[in-house]
Every structure is written in structure tokens, then in C-alpha cells.
């Protein structure tokens, strides 16, 4: 089977690798694609948002199945597209329908759907800028830190949280009145502060059944300590040590279950991924957010661990089949660190020569914003720019060997944090 993956980041690479090792695939195409996922199969110039060029390329190279990796072609309806055409809708597809993205591309979608199938989550209110004042009023009912939330996609910066009552509400007016995060922040949802520590669970479903996948826990500020901005993410670990049989229990009876049961119930169509971000307050699992795709730079951790032939996995999931499917899963811990251009996730810098990356050995090198010149010199692309990932038998020796990997690459600027995992051990 030929074998299409859209994306150009991290999470595609570990997926590509993935899906390259598995016998029922022919070829694989990654659009765009990087410099590490050229190794795993062929790079194809294609926009993800131009669907008409998808179709095209897909007819024309016999592509059997699709795997989307980003989430802005499934809000914008890439399911749709091809459910709707006679020549694609036998292709199978990975990932959801325009209505099932919509759990990630709207907060208060994703809240208001929690809410009817009671599933554990924060209090929480929507407001516009029609509304603004009532958003103030309800902010000052509240305790901090205040949680304020763009309802659309904002590339995983669009939540704020703020210690104080006095910047958070410029920060409403900000993303209300002065469009903070576009239009993404049309409509803002403030939901009350949950204190806890967090992690990811991704479960893969074919819309009735569903397999939970290892569990991970990433790191998003730029800063050790959780310290400064948000960024796409600086690191993950897999599995978390507290998300143990008891605790996984808990997520799948008061959250997997009831999620898919909502999407059944509802009828949304829905072949893929869905991401729950969950926040563990004193053993008690609540859900923060939904995305409708792996995370990044969870991918990293969780998909090296995976024994299974994924391409099963994807079969099964477009099959509707997932009940008749077996995971199987390393037992060893998986952590990866991020390293990223200086200045992220502010501006930064492209183009500069990376360096020793041929020097790792025993880790896997994932690439997110790389690319090769004319000459074959890797080059920096992007914010995020690699990731090392290693295992071991327990979290501090797998962290060593990332750690120990990482200084053999360099490049002008290069930065990473110095404490992923720390908090866990």
C-alpha cells in the first residue's frame, strides 16, 4: 500500500519512521515532509490546506491511505473533502471530520460537548467582545491564577494563565478588542484554575472503538522550572510514573469512554486520534482539552514505544475493526528532549549549519524544523528544530542518555532545557 502522512514536524518523522517499518507499506510520501523524514520516504512539495493538489497527487500515485498529521487541514474539513468524492472516499483516512476536529478547533465546542456527557472538567464561561463586560464580572468571581482561553487554533500558544486580577483582564480586553491571537481569540472561554500536575493520554478510535496509547507528559515553557513563554513544547517523557493502573482506570471509565460514547451518540464521524490533555488533581483525573491528532513532542516518546505494526492500527481504525486489534508497547521508558533555535518561540533565526547530529549513537534523532541546501548541509528551518529521544529502564538513565546525545549536536544559537522530567523523578 502507498502511503501518504501530512506534515512536517516531529510528530511526523516518529510517525514516519513508525509507519515505514511496517510491511504493508509499498511507499511512503510525507507532505512537506523534512530532512529526517526524507530518510523514511519521499518528500512531496504539497500545501496541507490545498486539497484539489491532495486529490491530484493522491489519484495520481495510487495513494491507499492517508494519515494526517497537523490539525488545520481536519478543521478545515479534509475528511469531508474526500467522504464527499467518489474517486477518494475508499481511501482510507486518518483523522476526523470537519465536525470531530471541532473538539480542538473550539474550546467551547470541546467544553459544551465535556459538559453533556459528564465528563470531569473545570467550571467555565465563553464570552465575546459583545460580552466583554460580563467576562470581566465573571473573572472577579474567580480565584487565581485566572485561566483565559482562545476559543480557535492559535498554534498552542492561545492560553493564558495570570496570577494577577489586573493583568488578566487586559489580557481579556487584548484578545477580545485587540484580536491577541487573531481570530482565534473571537470568542475567549475563562475557566476556573485546576491545580494538579499534567499529562497526555492518547487514545486511537474508529468512532465505536478505541486502544489507549502509552501516556506522556510534556513540557511547554521555554524556561527550566516552567519558567517563561509558551512554546509548542520543550520535551516529553513516556510512560508517567503516577499514571498507574489504578489512575489509567479512572481516565478510561470517567473520560475515554464517555468521550467516545459522545461521539457515537452524536454521530460525528470520527477515524483517528484524539489527544486528552488531563490534569491529575489528587489521583482524580479532569480533562483540560481535546486535540484531534498526536501532540508534539508526545509523539516522540509515545510512537518509538509502539511494537505494533501501525499500519494495522490504521486499518483496523478505517475498518472500524479497532475491538479485533492487539497494542503492543516497549516497556521501557522513552524520554526526549527538544532543542530549539535561539530566540523561540519568539523570532529566531533559519539557515544556520547544524552539527554532529552523525555523532548520535544509541538515541533517535527526530527532525521538526530541519532542511538540506543545495550542498547537503543540514540546516535549521523552524523554531523547534531536532529532538532526541532514548530509552532505558527507568526515567533518570533514559534522561542521561538524551541528555549525553545532545551535546554532541550544535549549531549557532542552539537551546534546550536542562530539566525535562526532573519534576517526576
Same mark, same amino acid.
Given at each position: 500500500m502507498n502511503i501518504l502522512l501530512l506534515g512536517s514536524g516531529g510528530r511526523e518523522h516518529a510517525m514516519a519512521a513508525k509507519i515505514a517499518e511496517s510491511p504493508q507499506c509499498d511507499k511512503l510520501y510525507i507532505a512537506p515532509g523534512n530532512a529526517g523524514t526524507s530518510r523514511c520516504g519521499t518528500n512531496v512539495a504539497l500545501d496541507n490546506n490545498d486539497f484539489e493538489a491532495i486529490r491530484k497527487f493522491v489519484l495520481d500515485n495510487g495513494v491507499g491511505m492517508v494519515v494526517v498529521g497537523p490539525e488545520a487541514p481536519l478543521v478545515a474539513g479534509l475528511q469531508d473533502f474526500f467522504a464527499r468524492d467518489e474517486a477518494l472516499n475508499k481511501i482510507a483516512f486518518i483523522g476526523p471530520s470537519r465536525q470531530g476536529a471541532t473538539l480542538e478547533g473550539s474550546k467551547d465546542f470541546a467544553k459544551a460537548f465535556m459538559q453533556r456527557? !459528564?465528563?470531569?472538567?473545570?467550571?467555565?464561561?465563553?464570552?465575546?467582545?459583545? &460580552?466583554?463586560?460580563?467576562?470581566?464580572?465573571?473573572?472577579?468571581?474567580?480565584?487565581?491564577?485566572?485561566?483565559?482561553?482562545? +476559543?480557535? $487554533?492559535?498554534?498552542?500558544?492561545?492560553?493564558?494563565?495570570? +496570577? +494577577? $486580577?489586573?493583568?488578566?483582564? *487586559?489580557? $481579556?480586553?487584548?484578545? $477580545? =478588542?485587540?484580536?491577541?491571537?487573531?481570530?482565534?481569540?473571537?470568542?475567549?472561554?475563562?475557566? =476556573?484554575?485546576?491545580?494538579?500536575? =499534567?499529562?497526555?493520554?492518547?487514545?486511537? &478510535?474508529?468512532?465505536?472503538?478505541?486502544?489507549?496509547?502509552?501516556?506522556?507528559?510534556?513540557?511547554k515553557r521555554i524556561g527550566e522550572g516552567d519558567t517563561g513563554l509558551n512554546t509548542g513544547g520543550m520535551g516529553s517523557v513516556s510512560p508517567v510514573p503516577f499514571a498507574d493502573?489504578?489512575?489509567?482506570?479512572?481516565?478510561?471509565?470517567?473520560?475515554?469512554r464517555p468521550t467516545v460514547n459522545g461521539i457515537r451518540e452524536e454521530k460525528i464521524s470520527y477515524k483517528g486520534f484524539i489527544f486528552l490533555g488531563l490534569m491529575n488533581c489528587g489521583g482524580d483525573p479532569y480533562i483540560i482539552e481535546y486535540n484531534v491528532r498526536m501532540g508534539d513532542p508526545e509523539t516522540e516518546s509515545v510512537f518509538p514505544r509502539i511494537s505494533s505494526d501501525v499500519v494495522e492500527l490504521f486499518n483496523h481504525t478505517w475498518n472500524g475493526t479497532l475491538d479485533r486489534a492487539t497494542l503492543k508497547?516497549?516497556?521501557?521508558?522513552?524520554?526526549?528532549?527538544?532543542m530549539v533555535a535561539g530566540g523561540y518561540p519568539g523570532s529566531y533565526p533559519k539557515g544556520n549549519i547544524i552539527q554532529g547530529v552523525e555523532n548520535v549513537k544509541g538515541s533517535l534523532v527526530f527532525h521538526a524544523g530541519t532542511k538540506r541546501d543545495a550542498?547537503?548541509?543540514?540546516? &535549521? *528551518? !523552524?523554531?523547534?528544530?531536532l529532538c532526541v529521544t532514548s530509552f532505558a529502564d527507568n526515567l533518570e538513565a533514559a534522561l542521561a542518555k538524551s541528555y549525553s546525545a545532545v551535546k554532541e549536536i550544535s549549531w549557532e544559537g542552539c537551546h534546550y532545557r536542562r530539566d525535562i522530567g526532573r519534576d517526576l523523578m
Open positions: 456527557h !459528564g465528563i470531569p472538567t473545570a467550571a467555565y464561561r465563553s464570552f465575546t467582545r459583545e &460580552t466583554l463586560p460580563e467576562g470581566i464580572a465573571f473573572l472577579r468571581t474567580l480565584k487565581p491564577p485566572y485561566v483565559l482561553k482562545a +476559543d480557535g $487554533l492559535a498554534a498552542g500558544k492561545g492560553v493564558l494563565i495570570i +496570577d +494577577d $486580577l489586573e493583568t488578566a483582564e *487586559n489580557e $481579556l480586553h487584548n484578545m $477580545l =478588542e485587540n484580536a491577541k491571537f487573531g481570530a482565534a481569540s473571537d470568542k475567549v472561554v475563562i475557566e =476556573e484554575f485546576l491545580h494538579g500536575i =499534567e499529562l497526555s493520554v492518547f487514545v486511537l &478510535t474508529d468512532g465505536e472503538h478505541y486502544i489507549i496509547l502509552p501516556s506522556a507528559k510534556d513540557y493502573k489504578a489512575f489509567m482506570q479512572k481516565v478510561e471509565e470517567r473520560i475515554v508497547t516497549n516497556p521501557q521508558t522513552a524520554a526526549c528532549v527538544m550542498e547537503g548541509r543540514l540546516l &535549521t *528551518n !523552524g523554531g523547534r528544530v
